[in-house]
């Protein structure tokens, strides 16, 4: 709908020439960017390519060293983030930023209040102005609603409502489908589209490459800080953006080969655990994992896949059911015995579980193993073998640092997930046990983790899968569980799957209902 | 049908013979004590506000034990100095009002806020361990009150005066069924009468206002009141100042309005059974308020129990336990609260979180 041929009004939104340096690092090099009114415009870039520096300069949250930012042709200097909402810009983050425990209205408000008088809410009339929003656009929304009992699509559409009712008539959303099943993901764009056909501006982050192609009018690549090429949707394909984002060509999608499935080495039977809250989240679940193959676990975040994965591995007492290894029964035994056992696991928070930050990676790299030999004799650490393995690993695995001794904490995500890798790995294994392993890594680092995955299939490992990333359990798995409400509701064939099946078994566990479920809360981070 | 034979009857099936005359008892106590519950529950509703107002915007504050027994001493230490200068006044027609009295209040109220201040910033601007700051507040609050009041009683100075009750007419009193109540909320000092003003403001306020909905917000999630283009940090401070100004309140209670005194250590750990209050009422400040009036009502339970023990069974069961054990009582509540005993109640969500700005620009 923008083509350069008339070019008439000015764009709603340019950033001419930004540069932003950081002590070590240029994150913004020269970069421009143009937005026109009722244009959806994608920034494609890895993680670390700038994007994110480039909208806190939108943001008012950092300040260009360089170059300069245009609303409607007229220069501004963006003070914060209250100043930036007061001229018409508004960013849906990546995180959410809403706090549950406030009702719809509350968090819409919040920063931007109705009020009746100068110290008082005026809550009816904000009650009367969110439902006639919600009704401009095709849904109808409860303002009392507690947020946190919201499912994610239906929070991110309050993340939008809070940028409406503030009058935004730019939008910046970031990664906003990360989390969202395809379903949802279709109403959140149906959404965009409206308001781009209303005049508003749309800055769409993402480095989802099929989804960007979809949704956007214009694609910016930007890699280290620099803009490196822009495209209309019509002229690329995926493999010319990603080799633009990654700046070398990469296989998207992993060659499965076929795999070569042989005897359960993993049955999990009736198997039931309560989360933190004692809520009953795995409701009786019973599989198998055989040799040699993959078995994927797709579900919307927060339907009992983490106390799955817990329960297994032996993080979490289970309440009931059994979980065998090889035929024997391991429900219950402590992860150091099925560390020992040949399982590896590689958990969904690398910052919290995956790794300890503040150590070396060398130390990183024998989480599991430093009490035995040849890490440790009698009481004491064997430093030279340690380094000397550290050594080895970070080549094999291509972790990059400047030395196995820099804390696991200076690593970026892609590399510190590569060492965790390493540790897990680089053994003989029965069983690897795989939760989110590719959870906001760049598509050279995800490359590079599912090459490894195939390969540990392809020796015989029994891989079990969990991602919210519905697309990498399609690639990677031979079968797929769905799991829903602490069940897994279904079990399809890996390579014939079909997404949007997959989706809505996600999305509503195989009934028709589509009404919000509360199971699916928004809790903190 | 006759009630007394009911009664009896009652009385003499064991369990439910002791439970009927608890509740017996109770009945008969509460109306006739409930100004002196009210009373003592004020520098508890008070801290417990106080500890509200920090903590729904993500402040720990266990320094208001030491806050408020540095504004006892500051309320005292002000009127003993300042009532000679006006010619120790005889007190006012209403609530003993005198100008040295009013004086030592604003001086107990500003040394409360300085106090909250200082915690605002080494909690919030410098991000110290929230519970260390605190804990220093409350060491060296005892510390230095302690070394002052003994240099000062070696004058033995005169009293610094004190707020009177309010009397309200016997024929409100006198009324049946809620006359009681009115003397519970009437019969009592100016600090105490606000109080109840104070802690129904605080319920509106906080669910009302704008102030009270960025309050939550940033106790529960404050980078996403951040990217609302709220003031974090100011709003923090703004909330533990406020705060400061309460406790304050509840200290000068101690000194000039129950007693006519300062003794070290008075507060006597009112401090921290308010924050059980706090818990227990979920952060909000009227179940706050409720949750002291049941400490103050243990209180004065354990005090009634040694002076007029009920007749009967329950009387010599309740005389026959060692009055200490009365005493700890509420001090044995607030343990049983904070062990989660009754009820789980969740704290805001970054409680006790120091906060950083997301980008330094």
């Known amino acids: 709908m923008t083509d350069p041929a008339e070019p008439i009004v000015a764009p709603a939104l340019e950033m001419r020439g930004i540069t932003k340096r950081y002590p070590g690092v240029v994150a913004n090099d020269a970069i421009t960017l143009e937005v026109h009114p009722g244009e959806i415009h994608a920034l494609l870039g890895e993680n670390g390519a700038g994007k994110t520096t480039l909208m806190n300069v939108l943001y008012g949250l950092a300040t260009p060293d360089e170059g300069e930012v245009l609303l409607n042709g007229t220069p501004v200097k963006i003070a914060g983030p209250a100043d930036a909402i007061a001229r018409g810009i508004s960013m849906v983050h990546q995180h959410f930023m809403l706090v549950p425990v406030l009702t719809v209205a509350e968090n819409i408000l919040l920063g931007e209040e109705t009020m009746a008088n100068r110290f008082f809410l005026d809550r009816n009339e904000a009650h009367r102005r969110i439902i006639e929003l919600g009704r401009r656009f095709g849904f109808e929304i409860d303002p009392e609603a507690k947020v946190g009992s919201l499912s994610v699509g239906w929070q991110q559409r309050v993340e939008i409502f809070k940028a409406l009712y503030r009058n935004a008539k730019i939008l910046v959303l970031d990664e906003p489908t990360a989390v969202l099943t395809p379903q949802e993901t279709e109403e959140i764009f149906a959404v965009l589209r409206r308001l781009a056909a209303e005049g508003h501006s749309i800055v769409f982050i993402s480095h989802k490459l099929y989804e960007v192609l979809e949704i956007a009018d214009r694609i910016t690549v930007i890699r280290r800080g620099r803009v490196v090429g822009e495209r209309k949707p019509a002229e690329t394909n995926e493999d010319d953006l990603a080799e633009l984002m990654v700046g070398r060509e990469v296989q998207l999608v992993v060659d499965r080969g076929v795999s070569h499935p042989a005897a359960p080495v993993l049955h999990v039977q009736g198997l039931t655990a309560s989360d933190d809250r004692g809520q009953l989240t795995v409701r009786g679940v019973d599989f198998d994992v055989r040799a040699g193959e993959i078995f994927g676990i797709a579900g919307v975040a927060g339907n009992g896949q983490d106390e799955l994965v817990e329960a297994i591995i032996g993080l979490r007492k289970p309440a009931a059911g059994s979980v065998t290894l090889d035929g024997k029964d391991v429900t219950g035994h402590s992860p150091r015995q099925l560390n020992e056992a040949q399982v590896a696991y590689v958990p969904a928070d690398r910052h919290r579980f995956g790794l300890i930050l503040p150590f070396s990676i060398a130390d990183n790299l024998v989480l599991t193993s430093y009490y035995r030999s040849p890490y440790a004799r009698g009481l004491l650490r064997d430093r030279e073998a340690i380094d000397r393995d550290a050594k080895t690993s970070v080549q094999r695995f291509d972790i990059r640092t400047p030395s196995p001794n820099a804390k696991a904490s200076t690593l970026s995500g892609g590399n510190q997930q590569k060492a965790v890798v390493a540790r897990e790995f680089d053994r003989e294994l029965k069983l690897l046990i795989l939760d989110q392993p590719t959870r906001g890594l760049d598509v050279g680092s995800i490359e590079f983790i599912h090459r490894q995955v195939i390969a540990k299939r392809d020796a015989g490992t029994a891989v079990l899968l969990v991602s919210a990333e519905l697309d990498e359990v399609l690639e990677l798995s031979d079968r797929i569980g769905v799991m829903y409400g602490g069940k897994i509701v279904a079990i399809v064939d890996g390579p014939t799957a079909d997404k949007n099946e997959v989706g809505l078994l996600m999305a509503t566990g195989g009934e028709r209902d589509m009404t919000t479920e509360t199971h699916v809360m928004g809790q903190t981070a | 049908m006759d009630i007394t034979a009911l009664a009896d009857g009652l009385y003499g099936i064991p369990l439910l013979g002791i439970v009927f005359q608890i509740v017996g008892f109770l009945v008969d106590v509460i109306p006739s004590n409930a100004p002196n519950i009210m009373n003592q529950s004020t520098p508890l ?217 300062f003794q070290i250590g008075m507060t006597t750990g009112r401090g921290f059974i308010a924050l059980a209050a706090m818990i227990m009422g979920r952060w909000t400040p009227i179940g706050a308020f409720g949750s002291a009036l049941l400490f103050a009502l243990f209180l004065q339970i354990s005090q009634l129990i040694k002076i007029a023990p009920p007749a009967g069974d329950l009387g010599t069961v309740m005389s026959s336990v060692p009055a200490q054990l009365w005493d700890a009582l509420p001090y044995l509540l607030t343990i049983v609260i904070l062990a989660g005993v009754v009820g789980r109640s969740i704290p805001p969500a970054a409680d006790g979180q120091p906060y950083e700005r997301e980008a330094a620009a």
């Open chain 2, 45 to 261: 509703a008070l801290a417990a506000l106080c500890g509200v107002l920090c903590e729904r915007s993500g402040v720990v504050n266990i320094g208001i034990e030491g806050t408020m027994l540095a504004a006892a001493f500051t309320a005292w230490v002000v009127g003993v100095a300042v009532n000679p200068m006006f010619g120790s006044p005889a007190p006012g027609p209403i609530f003993g009002l005198t100008i040295p009295l009013v004086i030592s209040l604003v001086a107990a109220v500003l040394v409360a806020v300085l106090i909250s201040t200082l915690h605002a910033w080494l909690s919030i601007s410098l991000r110290a361990d929230q519970i260390i700051s605190g804990t220093i507040i409350n060491i060296a609050a005892f510390g230095v009150t302690g070394y002052l009041d003994q240099l000062i009683s070696k004058s033995s100075p005169a009293g610094a005066g004190s707020f009177a009750a309010f009397t309200p007419p016997t024929e409100l009193t006198n009324l049946p069924v809620i006359g009681w109540l009115i003397a519970m909320f009437l019969n009592q000092g100016p600090i105490a009468m606000s109080t109840i003003v104070i802690i129904i403001g605080g319920q509106i306020w906080l669910f009302r206002s704008r102030w009270g909905l960025r309050t939550r917000a940033v106790g529960e999630h404050p980078r996403a009141a951040e990217t609302v283009g709220i003031d974090v940090i100011r709003l923090r401070y703004r909330n533990v100042m406020l705060g400061g100004v309460f406790a304050g309140l509840g200290g000068a209670w101690l000194s000039i309005e129950a007693t006519n005194s």
